[in-house]
């Protein structure tokens, strides 16, 4: 039977990273990809391009494994939310101090560049051979490739990045005091897209996030370097007037464009063809614990997908690879267990705030950023950070432009929501926001600190 030293399951951008850490520790990386090499193709994997919001976690890694320079050139810097009213007025919202971005990067492009770049240091990756079953007694894989052939493969070690439905872990599944937990929200999301202006130009600000919230749905858009915009639509799967349900034929979908996101209408020529053709996807929630049994790992969304609404599932799956590396240096490669036992230890509790707060965050971009109190209350933690910058950090910027754990970002934004909510509780806040005893503010949550 065939050995491999390491098995890498799963070549998302999760898998790909993290076979080029291994590959440049000298162990032999071989993985395997259910789907074809698209790499000779125009990406597109049918209405699922999906952008992706890179940021500073995820920045983080790939400049370790020498990547950053590499995937700089594919991205375009978002500074802030561009949020458009029913009536197509915007307000811009940006995401921290002035220069700093996320960054938006179409997954499709980003993939291709992770696998030329783990091919060039040696990895092998195998094509179209989807993992079927995994023994976890003997760390052996059965694995199909085209033709129906199946092939058993024994290995050393085994990570599974294979995604919210992962093979590796529906084989831990069957093992006892194994905790699993998955929730599929109520809503789904459409692939859609603005393309450029008839002179070749963005139709709409091409540095920010632009979304269209709308309560209990909303519509968003990220630039792309062709000058098009990547459009994701989010919507409940059914009840109410609008949902993926309700929206029959033409005429209803031009109904609810005109009537709630009628400036995006007017730039989406294709909208009717991409609505009917592009697949309805769902949004699913995972955790699960351990993530290890002995030799055999999981990482990224196989050990916890999260909801999309914080733009962090990627760049904490990035972490996730740092993070292990940094263990590997330390403890050697050839201590997996000890390893894989401090990485699960360690990276729990994050994961599932930063879950958490994805989840939380869905509310806030449907609802709240449409509030004018949230654009003050925005603005009052935007100057509480420039005049205290140690000492008050809005949330979003501990997630998305710092390393903090995320569990204590979690613990330290929730004491700062609630002095939040006293003080937006005040009636004049709207004129009063600017004239306030910002001092009094650090005063309190050093308070609630304390305790
Ligand atoms: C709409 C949407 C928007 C998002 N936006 C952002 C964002 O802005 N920022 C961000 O950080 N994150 C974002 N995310 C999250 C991000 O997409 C994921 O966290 C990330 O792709 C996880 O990568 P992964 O490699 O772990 O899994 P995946 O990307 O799912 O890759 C898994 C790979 O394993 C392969 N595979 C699966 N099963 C098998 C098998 N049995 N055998 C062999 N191969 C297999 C799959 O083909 C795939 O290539 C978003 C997610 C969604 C749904």
Redesign the pocket.
Known sequence: MKKNEISI????????LLSIYLRKRDLNVTV????ADNRNQEYKEEG?S??????DR?WKALEKAGLKDKVLPLTIPMYGRKIHNEHGDTSFIPYGKEGQA?YSIS?GRF?QLLINEAEKVGVKINFE????DIDLRFNELT?SSPGNLLEKISSEVIIG???????LRNAMLKQVRFNYKQQYISHG?K?LSIPPTESGDFAMDPNALHIWPRGSFMLIA?PNPDKSFTC?LFLPFEGGRVSFENIRDEKDLKGIFKTYFDDAYQLMPQLADQYFTNPT?A?IDIECYPWMLNKALL????SH????F?????????EDCYILDNLIEKLGTTAWELVFAKFQKIRKPDTDAISQLAMENFEEMKEQVADPKFIIRKKIEAKLHQLFPKDWIPLYTMVTFSDMPYSEAYALGKLQEKIMDRVMADPLITENWDKMDYEDIIDQLDKAKAV
């Not at 399951?9 to 790909?16: A, D, H, N």
């Not at 914080?310 to 990035?318: E, L, S």
């Open positions: 399951l799963g070549s998302g951008l999760i898998g790909s395997y990809e259910k789907r699922r999906i952008n992706m919001a890179l940021s995820g996320i997954r993939n051979h989807r993992i079927e694995v990045s294979d995604g919210a439905y992962s093979s999301y692939e990220l994701t996807s949004l990482i990224g969304d196989a997908a999260m909801v999309p914080y733009g962090q599932g990627m760049n904490c799956g990035f």
